[in-house]
Nanobody, 122 residues
Framework: EVQLVESGGGLVQAGGSLRLSCATSGFTFDEYAIGWFRQAPGKEREGVLCISRTDAGTYTYYLDSVKGRFTISSDNATNTMYLQMNTLKPEDTAAYYC?????????????WGKGTLVTVSS
């Protein structure tokens, strides 16, 4: 059974940092597309960062508004994925979800965690 469990959310002031973790199990970690998505109140879910692994290579997709501030990393030994968020802004406030897909990064990933809430105060 595929499982993804997020942790690390919380309340932070604008300009601060947070690191989210996603513990995964039930699938071969480095063979799936994995990524972070978010959904703010009243808005649609959007992709934040995602690593897609294809025969042509490994690609990392970034939401434009987080470029230079957020980074994604993973530890294949522990099947854990991280989202380092720096210089946080109030507009980054959202529920953050980690997700995995057997094929590629897409808005409808195959597997999802339950999310962790990030609140950035001004």
């Amino acid at each position: 059974e595929v499982q993804l469990v997020e942790s690390g959310g919380g309340l932070v002031q604008a300009g601060g940092s947070l690191r989210l973790s996603c513990a995964t199990s039930g699938f071969t970690f480095d063979e799936y597309a994995i990524g972070w998505f978010r959904q703010a109140p009243g808005k649609e879910r959007e992709g934040v960062l995602c690593i897609s692994r294809t025969d042509a290579g490994t690609y990392t997709y970034y939401l434009d508004s987080v470029k230079g501030r957020f980074t994604i990393s993973s530890d294949n030994a522990t099947n854990t994925m991280y989202l380092q968020m720096n210089t946080l802004k109030p507009e980054d406030t959202a529920a953050y979800y980690c997700a995995a897909d057997e094929l590629e990064c897409q808005i409808r990933m195959d597997y999802w965690g339950k999310g962790t809430l990030v609140t950035v105060s001004s």
